[in-house]
């Protein structure tokens, strides 16, 4: 009984350190404008694969009660993302969702370029006054040689970091429209996952 006590004591001091330094991080860059939450991205924020209404932010914007915006274009690379961040930034966004680099990595950009582009696009949305949130995505290739360069972004600038948007979907046939677009059921799942992991900081909003 005495070790169970203990193991529970270690781990409600890991959970209380994760959180807390989630939240430094969250608070170093607080949302400071009073719009709409902002999905910024390619095919997989703009729903490419699912029926109408179906895309992951409207999904996740119902299930958190927030307006979400959806500023996804199809075939977009994060060079095309950070031409066109002006659109985002006029709506004064109070939260924005960064998902870029599919494109990219299909197209074969260097991956400089590529990290370079959406640290560019972190920094002008900070400096606007939104709390930014970079969601990863997979490499193309076996092994995924995205995941750290998006870590080491995310604790570059500050920002709470989702790893993965495809993680537990991609090569699940049930949830694919096609080998990389998701179905209604995967982008449902997507929100999903989303949601239990923002769920603990919308208080700071």
């Excluded at 996740?60 to 095309?80: F, Y």
């Excluded at 799942?189 to 909003?205: C, M, Q, S, V």
Aim: contains cysteine.
């Amino acid at each position: 009984m005495k070790k169970v006590l203990i193991l529970l004591g270690v781990i409600a001091i890991a959970v209380a350190v994760y959180f807390f330094f989630s939240r430094e991080h969250w608070t170093n860059y607080p949302a400071k404008n009073a719009g709409p939450w902002v999905a910024f991205g390619d095919s997989l924020t703009a729903g490419f694969g699912a029926d109408q209404g179906h895309d992951y932010p409207t999904i996740l914007g119902q299930r958190l009660s927030v307006k979400m915006v959806n500023k996804g274009v199809p075939g977009e690379t994060s060079a095309d993302g950070l031409a066109r961040i002006g659109q985002v930034k006029e709506l004064h966004p109070r939260v924005v969702l960064v998902c870029f680099g599919g494109n990219d990595t299909l197209n074969h950009v260097p991956f400089d370029t590529t990290f370079s582009n959406i640290g560019q696009i972190i920094d002008q949305l900070q400096a606007d006054g939104a709390f930014v949130v970079l969601v990863g995505v997979p490499s193309a290739s076996i092994r995924d040689k995205y995941e750290k360069r998006f870590k080491s972004l995310a604790k570059e600038k500050q920002t709470l970091f989702i790893p993965d948007i495809l993680k537990g979907v991609l090569g699940t046939p049930n949830l694919m429209s096609d080998y990389v677009h998701p179905n209604d059921e995967g982008y449902k799942k997507i929100a999903e996952r989303f949601d239990d992991l923002l769920l603990p900081y919308l208080h700071n909003l």
